[in-house]
């Protein structure tokens, strides 16, 4: 009996009809300075000329196993938009403009629908960032991830003038911290919650949360690359972390200088109530939500007291909700969360 590549696992007719789906959405994310089209064997963009001293950013991430809820449930849309979120808050919260992304889809066997989905999502997350799509890759690997099985990656380049890049210099004792409401817990955590919950605690209706949990849990994270770029463009913030996987202490601390602290009020913000159902279901103790979970907080900015008001004033603009959590104090360097 003969055997050809379709036997082996691999489809190519199916590939290539997706190919030029994904080109048909992909080119509502080009602007000007791409070059050339989806399927050329590299993404071609042209470095904008309205820098004096351009520094290339960039940042390549994952959802995490937030795809299995995804499969459970048979909803992949928003983990496209998180794919393009957890690749472009990271670049953003440096000082820098997302200039274009590129995606990496491995799969067992393609299913059609299934990445339709999850490319439609990264091309709303694109249009949500500013950016452009220009290239990718789909892998076909069933040996590796079984009949159903999937996963995710992401990449993404952004550009900030080599003498504004954010980074630890201009935080200073007496800034004061404005936290940024999150869409739920994002994308970070998941492999703790699917020790708490079992398989059909995902489809139960929680009245507290007006919805079934496994749509809660799959909201996409906020994508904050405009509302960034806005507030550095008018030079109003000192530092800002994106807060994922470690928690608030584990990412603010990354932007905090040496003889300083920050101190965060826990109760300045209102928790919302999936972390609180979260904790609850898995008797998780208060300290390691902290640990794991955004907590509400997707987002902390680092300013000068002076520029609060009008913060809050540009935050309010992009729909999320601003906070002040905290500030800046003399002392050694860590993330006090009382």
């Not at 080119?27 to 000329?49: A, S, W």
């Not at 492999?191 to 059909?200: A, P, T, Y």
């Not at 987002?299 to 999320?320: G, M, S």
């Amino acid at each position: 009996m003969s055997i050809n590549y379709k036997k082996a696992g691999v489809d190519e007719d199916k590939a290539g009809k997706l190919v030029e789906f994904i080109k048909s959405k992909a080119r509502k994310t080009f602007t000007e300075n791409v070059i050339g089209d989806i399927g050329l064997f590299g993404g071609f963009f042209k470095i904008p000329q309205n820098y004096k001293s351009p520094v290339f950013v960039s940042s390549t991430d994952g959802v995490g196993t937030k795809i299995l809820l995804g499969q459970e449930m048979g909803l992949f849309k928003n983990l496209g938009i998180d794919l393009v979120a957890m690749n472009c808050n990271d670049v953003s919260v440096c000082g820098a403009k997302v200039l274009f992304f590129l995606d990496y889809i491995a799969v067992g066997e393609l299913k059609g629908n299934r990445e339709k989905e999850i490319i439609e999502g990264i091309v709303e997350g694109c249009k949500m960032a500013d950016c452009s799509l220009i290239g990718g890759e789909i892998a076909q690997m069933k040996d590796v991830y079984g009949k159903d099985g999937f996963d995710l990656a992401g990449f993404c380049v952004g550009i900030a003038e080599k003498d504004e890049i954010i980074d630890e210099k201009k935080v200073k004792k007496g800034n004061v911290l404005v936290g940024v409401s999150s869409n739920g817990v994002h994308s970070n955590g998941f492999s703790l919650i699917r020790k708490v919950f079992k398989k059909r605690d995902y489809h139960k209706y929680y009245d507290e949360l007006g919805k079934i949990l496994g749509e809660e849990l799959l909201k996409s994270t906020y994508i904050y690359s405009p509302l960034l770029f806005e507030l550095f463009s008018l030079k109003l913030i000192n530092a800002s972390a994106h807060i994922t996987g470690g928690g608030i202490e584990g990412n603010l601390i990354r932007v905090l200088p040496k003889k300083v602290k920050c101190v965060i009020n826990k109760n300045s913000w209102e928790i919302p109530v999936i972390f609180r159902i979260i904790q609850k279901a898995g008797e998780i103790l208060e300290k390691e939500m902290f640990n794991v979970f955004n907590m509400g907080i997707g987002l902390i900015l680092i300013a000068d007291k002076d520029n609060i008001e009008k913060i809050f004033e540009i935050v309010k603009k992009y729909n999320f909700k601003p906070y002040v959590i905290g500030e800046v104090k003399e002392g050694e360097r860590k993330v006090e969360i009382l």
